[in-house]
Antibody, heavy 120, light 110 residues
Framework: QVQLVQSGAEVKKPGASVKVSCKAS????????MHWVRQAPGQGLEWMGL????????GYAQKFQGRVTMTRDTSTSTVYMELSSLRSEDTAVYYC?????????????WGQGTLVTVSS | QSALTQPPSASGSPGQSVTISCTGT?????????VSWYQQHPGKAPKLMIY???KRPSGVPDRFSGSKSGNTASLTVSGLQAEDEADYYC??????????FGGGTKLTVL
């Protein structure tokens, strides 16, 4: 069965960077786009961007352009999301999610979430 | 890219039907038939309930249905059950490798 397992919780200081990993199993890694979505405490879902695990191509939400980098390692079926210049507003649970068909945003499998806390 | 607009809350009694709207623009909801809906219980990851406006993934009860008219998509939950109480989010493809979510609707089963 499809499984997405994310790295553990992180605590970072303002201005630092964080890199969250998402290891996929149970399907052909390069056949499905992966998205990153975050959720601040008590708030809604916010789309951050996507990556094509096959060719590595990416697309980022305008809000995160210049601050986010998504990469992948096909040898370990893992995608990564790095967010830099962290501020308190970036405190959130970060999810990776697989796209069911292409890059249309049909997110059929989700990771367990990674809590990133930004605090001085 | 602005978030899609959803009502903050909705409610219904067990057995009743409730419809949640999701309003965007001609650049997202109105421009593509690529709308999906998610259910999220507290402390859990979201679950895909509807995709491509009307399709249900296997395992999702047929009490959940989706539709779209112009720039507004809708999720209808029929025969409300206690376990349907959750937050619901829509999203839409918005072109140029972009996806946008709605702000979410808290569904209460009275």
């Amino acid at each position: 069965q499809v499984q997405l397992v994310q790295s553990g919780a992180e605590v970072k200081k303002p201005g630092a960077s964080v890199k969250v990993s998402c290891k996929a199993s149970g399907y052909t890694f390069t056949s499905y786009y992966m998205h990153w979505v975050r959720q601040a405490p008590g708030q809604g879902l916010e789309w951050m961007g996507l990556i094509n695990p096959s060719g590595g191509g990416t697309g980022y939400a305008q809000k995160f352009q210049g601050r986010v980098t998504m990469t992948r390692d096909t040898s370990t079926s893992t995608v990564y999301m790095e967010l830099s210049s962290l501020r308190s507003e970036d405190t959130a649970v970060y999810y990776c999610a697989r796209d069911l068909t292409g890059k249309r945003g049909y997110l059929d499998s989700w990771g367990q979430g990674t809590l990133v806390t930004v605090s001085s | 890219q602005s978030a899609l607009t959803q009502p903050p809350s909705a409610s219904g009694s067990p057995g009743q039907s409730v419809t949640i709207s999701c309003t965007g623009t001609s650049s997202d909801v109105g421009g593509y038939n690529y709308v999906s809906w998610y259910q999220q219980h507290p402390g859990k990851a979201p679950k895909l309930m509807i995709y491509e406006v009307t399709k249900r993934p296997s395992g999702v009860p047929d009490r959940f249905s989706g539709s779209k008219s112009g720039n507004t998509a809708s999720l209808t939950v029929s025969g409300l059950q206690a376990e349907d109480e959750a937050d619901y989010y829509c999203n839409s493809y918005a072109g140029n490798n972009n996806v946008v979510f709605g702000g979410g609707t808290k569904l209460t089963v009275l």
